[in-house]
Each structure stands twice: as structure tokens, then as C-alpha cells.
């Protein structure tokens, strides 16, 4: 149970895009389509922003986009907003009932 | 409107027990598994536990692998964790949340705002 790896940080600008990667193992991110990511704003509980690795949930801007290749998963935000400015997670299904989250990114819009 | 409210937490010394219970309303909670996600004070999420629908599956994260037990009532629409031995590193913001599953875990689609638990002596 090896937490997923997230770069630490990042930014953009107002109308950029960044892009946040996630890397696990086959035997999470590789090895089942269950990625999903989370924004949490400070003192906040987290939200739901992409699920099924690249599937939105009603009310999340198309902006955000989720991805899969091998054993790492991405979210793209783009055009982004000074709302965006917030800790974002990763989390992978990885067997046996098993669930890892990522180490999280903060996003900074510059 | 879903809802999830936590309750049990608090001080509590090293080395005791404790049980966090969550009271789930606004959608049919014996349809979906349930999960328990904490955070340290600064830190990352962390899932804790997992539980399908039927109670038919369970997972826990090494670190309270054989302390912390987790349950679920489908009639009272609730759902516990019951920690033993604690510890400092037990120190966090525990969330209740719900899958977009009832068996397989997908997504945590809703979460409550969590109930802290310090553990000090």
C-alpha cells in the first residue's frame, strides 16, 4: 500500500492550462480503470472532480479532464480559474478492497 | 440531499479505544459501499476502511490493520469504526464517505465534514 506519487506542486496562470500526474504500480492505477480525483479547498472537505479515470461528475466543468496511460493517470485543467487554487488527489482501487490516495498537489494560479 | 454526519471523536490517551460512528441520510444506503478517509493536521488523505453494500467485503489500510474495525448497520443507516490501541499517529480528521458502488470501489462521491480525533496523552 505505497501511497501514489503526485508531484508536490504546481501553477498556472489565469487561462493555462496544468496538467497533474499520478503514478502507481499494475497493481493500481495500471491495473484497473477505478481513478479517481479530488479537489479540496482549505478546511474543506474534498470534492469529487473526475471518476472511472476520465468520467465527470454532474456539475464539474469540462475543463477538467482526466486520463490513463500505462501506470499513470493525469488531470488536465484548463482555462484556468483563480477558484482552481486548491489541494488536489489522486486515488486508485488497487485489489483485495484496497484503496491508495496520492501524496496531493497544491495548485497555485499565479 | 445526502448527508453524512460524523460523530465519536475527541481526546483520547494512547493506547485506549474509541468508536466513530456516521449517520448517513438523503439517499438508500444499503445500495452503496462506505468508507473511512482521514487526514493529519497539515497532511494528506489517507483511506482508512472500506465496506461493501453487504458487508461482504472489508479492506483496511496496513497502518490499522488489526486495530480498527469497521461495520455498518443497513437499518439504522450507519456506519462505525471502531479504533483500538490507539496511537499518536491515529491523530486526524476522519471522514465518513460514500462510493459510487455498491461492491466494487469506484469513486468517493460524497463525504461528511468529519469528526477529529487527537490522541495524547
Known amino acids: 500500500q505505497s501511497a501514489l506519487t503526485q508531484p508536490r506542486s504546481v501553477s498556472g496562470s489565469p487561462g493555462q492550462s496544468v496538467t497533474i500526474s499520478c503514478t502507481g504500480t499494475?497493481?493500481?492505477?495500471?491495473?484497473?480503470?477505478?481513478v479517481s480525483w479530488y479537489q479540496q479547498h482549505p478546511g474543506k472537505a474534498p470534492k469529487l472532480m473526475i471518476y472511472?479515470?476520465?468520467k465527470r461528475p454532474s456539475g464539474v466543468p469540462d475543463r477538467f479532464s482526466g486520463s490513463k496511460s500505462g501506470n499513470t493517470a493525469s488531470l488536465t485543467i484548463s482555462g484556468l480559474q483563480a477558484e482552481d487554487e486548491a489541494d488536489y488527489y489522486c486515488c486508485s482501487y488497487a485489489g483485495s478492497y484496497d484503496v491508495v490516495f496520492g501524496g496531493g498537489t497544491k495548485l497555485t494560479v499565479l | 440531499e445526502v448527508q453524512l454526519v460524523e460523530s465519536g471523536g475527541g481526546l483520547v490517551q494512547p493506547g485506549r479505544s474509541l468508536r466513530l460512528s456516521c449517520a448517513a441520510s438523503?439517499?438508500?444506503?444499503?445500495?452503496?459501499?462506505m468508507h473511512w478517509v482521514r487526514q493529519a493536521p497539515g497532511k494528506g488523505l489517507e483511506w482508512v476502511s472500506g465496506i461493501s453494500w453487504n458487508s461482504g467485503s472489508i479492506g483496511y489500510a496496513d497502518s490499522v490493520k488489526g486495530r480498527f474495525t469497521i461495520s455498518r448497520d443497513n437499518a439504522k443507516n450507519s456506519l462505525y469504526l471502531q479504533m483500538n490501541s490507539l496511537r499518536a499517529e491515529d491523530t486526524a480528521l476522519y471522514y465518513c464517505?460514500?462510493?459510487?458502488?455498491?461492491?466494487?470501489?469506484?469513486?468517493?462521491?460524497?463525504w461528511g465534514q468529519g469528526t477529529l480525533v487527537t490522541v495524547s496523552s
Open positions: 499494475s497493481s493500481d492505477v495500471g491495473g484497473y480503470n477505478y
Open positions: 464517505a460514500k462510493d459510487l458502488g455498491s461492491t466494487t470501489v469506484r469513486a468517493i462521491d460524497y
Open positions: 472511472d479515470v476520465s
Open positions: 438523503g439517499f438508500t444506503f444499503d445500495d452503496y459501499a
